[in-house]
């Protein structure tokens, strides 16, 4: 069994940054990929950004130069800064390894 936690979440303006975490436990945490998705009231979860182990990256356009997603494989955690970031930012951010879901941090950002 893995576990995933996320940290860093919350209330920022527009333009604002924050930077989130997430550390993986238990079993197997030597992840080929892990990543970032978000889902916002009323919509679908969708990916935000991902990472494979030797750190290739896949962003979504709506982040791309805005966000950046990095790995500490020594420490089983991945990070996902985020700057200038908009009010439709706005949604529950969660962290993936596959087939594993972390239970998500709040991003608020206001206009």
């Known amino acids: 069994q893995v576990q995933l936690v996320e940290s860093g979440g919350g209330t920022v303006q527009t333009g604002g940054s924050l930077r989130l975490s997430c550390a993986a436990s238990g079993n197997a945490v030597r992840a080929e990929n892990m990543g970032w998705y978000r889902q916002a009231p009323g919509k679908q979860r969708e990916l935000v950004a991902t990472?494979?182990?030797?750190?290739?990256?896949n962003y979504a356009d709506s982040v791309k130069g805005r966000f950046t997603i990095s790995r500490d494989n020594a420490k089983s955690t991945i990070f996902l800064q985020m700057n200038d970031l908009k009010p439709e930012d706005t949604a529950v951010y969660y962290c993936?390894?596959?087939?594993?879901w972390g239970r998500g941090t709040q991003v608020t950002v206001s206009s």
């Open positions: 993936n390894m596959p087939p594993y």
């Open positions: 990472i494979s182990y030797y750190r290739a990256t």
